[in-house]
């Protein structure tokens, strides 16, 4: 593939065909904003992300030295013909997790590092005290962290009450809850048997001391165990060791390399702040040190907002402190610049949302001094207030005027309008999608008849008001559900009422208390017979998981499958056709339908499996058709299509239909969970949920439904969302999308501010009397989007 000529002001694509790209050409222009639009599915993604950075990031891959390329995560090379005038780049995704809690907004941002310099260098020791390094301010290194709790500022410790939840119950009947499952379960009662303890006395009947020393001893004595002989095989004596229930727990929870092992692990323990450290993570030493009156643990603690106000404030004129504290108000003005000055250092990353944690990459860019590069960025503008959304086009109009290209995949209609270039691809989602249907000005859009953008961007759309059930008053019969007093986080007592059978939308600024407000509403509610509460989390941690095996509804193919003549001719039951257990799956990949491929001085790589090509199966799986396609061609249809290949299963067809009604029919079955967007999860959850139906009165509680989703597909969502309060149900959903807010019978506004300085009720009523709010930060948006939508 060519470098690119100097003169060429635009990255040429040429043939492009990844995912569902169809040979696709496009020319778009460098040191430029440019939009890349389209309905979920459309291929946007595949080609900003998937072509563009991945052609990138595969040229510079190149240029390393094999040692280098082992430590570096790789996308591999995309399907493209050629690309020409493409600069080095710089992917800014969306990502829902962070590897460890150790890891913060301090680590992430960098800022972490000024602020542990600043207490070295200049902060005040006591009398007599031996200046210490930055490493010495850091929990995260073997210098700072607390030897008490190795830095995490926490402790785990369990009772007996937690390890043994009935005492009536004697060892042999389970009574040691924390113990293991299977045999390694049945090995520590055998081996307490042999050391003489009575495992079939009541527990709450064992001597105290025996109870003490079952749970919590340190040893680990070792004994001959002659297991009870069973009908069906003989068992040896062998020499079995014994662990207590505390030991087990506690190694499990550390060690386990297994989510549900360590989960499983944490329900026996309970946490509490470092006895030594108080829950500040560092050694005394290090605490002992202050600057502008405060350690930096309590530094830490402040919202950047705050924290920039106190180093500001400090008066040290000292050379040393000037500069350092200089630096630090550099780096925190970006941060706070996007609407995210409520969070503090100390914050840790998994609980930030994932445009949280872009907006502190992107500002953490800022101060890069990159230039000539591509940025290539997902969606900035999720989860963000559009109060803050002025803030964000304006950083990145700084990366493109320091001399950068800025590429975003984008809905928001405010980024779409402001870009320099707008890229739409679709028409449609899936095998509907592909094409390039403008790259060009954003005002030619309106001349493209096939773009699902363009009503949006340039016709507007008002709220469907004759779906409203509640008017100033509320629906009558309904009722309505008390939320509060809420005391937790950020939030002061916050308290409101939302009507039953209704839909509302929960809004303010980042931060502002919002998720944890919802969060509170609990499952003994008055009047609500069920709560269900539709996150974005992920389906799954593995591609072992996918959209059809969390539905369910692959139970009802793989029961169709094994009801072909062929499957009983052979004797195959219905686990002959999953690809999770043994028997019908290719064992050479034991189902992933891929392979690690070990190189020699270079990183592994993944290879479709040479047994089964990919398809997950073993041949004589492979041979038995449903209506013609085997069960790995079904695995890979789209939701669409199978909804077609399964019109006459009713069972099937369900639950295809409800994921339709949540636009997502262009997902494959088989689609791995792991290549599934937060907001592609959710509504699968949502989906789930519809394919049940009636359960009585049931409150769904959603946060951020609309991430990710083009307006058009924000139409399909609020269908359904109205669908089921016209049954009767109860919706509420956090939202910044201001379209979907007019459209709700009900407001609750928190705020005004984010962190300190929200936190409180401002406003609630109908849509129109929110708008009207005074001290809203909402208001003024909400009474736009009325105003336009009626005019």
Known sequence: MSSFPSHDPYVRVRGAREHNLRGVDVDIPRDALVAFTGVSGSGKSSLA????FAEAQRRYFESVAPYARRLIHQVGAPKVAEITGLPPAVSLQQRRSTPTARSSVGTVTTLSNSLRMLFSRAGTYP?????????????????????????????HHTTEALLVPDPSLSIREGAVAAWPGAWQGKNL????????????????????????????????????VHPVREADRIQRPYQGTYTSARRHVLKTFSDSKSATLRARAERFLTSVPCAVCDGRRLRAEALAVTFAGRDIAELAALPLAELARTLGAHGDDSPTARVLTDD???????VTELGLGYLSLDRTAPGLSAGE?????????????LFGVVYVLDEPSAGLHPADTRALLGVLDRLRAAGNSVFVVEHHLDVVRHADWLVEVGPGAGEHGGRVLHSGPVADLADVPES????????????DRTGRVVDGEGRPGSGWLTVGPVTRHNLRGATADLPLGAFTAVTGVSGSGKSTFIGAITEDLAGVGRLVSVDQRPIGRTPRSNLATYTGLFDTVRKLFAATDTARERGYGVGRFSFNVAGGRCETCQGEGFVSVELLFLPSTYAPCPDCGGSRYRPDTLEVRHRGRNIAEVLDLTVESAAAFFADAPAVRRSLGALLDVGLGYLRLGQPATELSGGEAQRIKLATELQRGGRGHTLYLLDEPTTGLHPADVEVLMRQLRTLVAAGHTVVVVEHDMSVVADADWVVDLGPGGGDEGGRVVAAGPPETVAGSADSRTAPFLARELGSSAG
């Open 49 to 52: 992300f998937g072509t563009v």
């Open 452 to 463: 699902a953008t363009a009503r949006f961007l340039f016709g507007g759309r008002g709220p």
């Open 127 to 155: 009398p007599g005290a031996q200046s210490l390094d930055s490493d010495a301010f850091s929990p995260n290194t073997a210098a700072g962290a607390c030897p008490a709790c190795h830095g995490l500022g926490r402790v």
């Open 357 to 369: 944690l872009q907006r502190l990459r992107l500002a953490t860019q800022l101060r890069s001094g």
């Open 328 to 334: 630090l108000l550099s780096r925190i003005a970006p």
């Open 189 to 224: 009662r055998d081996v307490l048997d042999a050391l003489g303890y009575d495992v079939d006395r009541p527990w709450r009947e064992l001597p105290p001391a025996e109870r003490e020393w079952i749970l919590f001893t340190d040893e680990q004595p070792v004994v001959t």
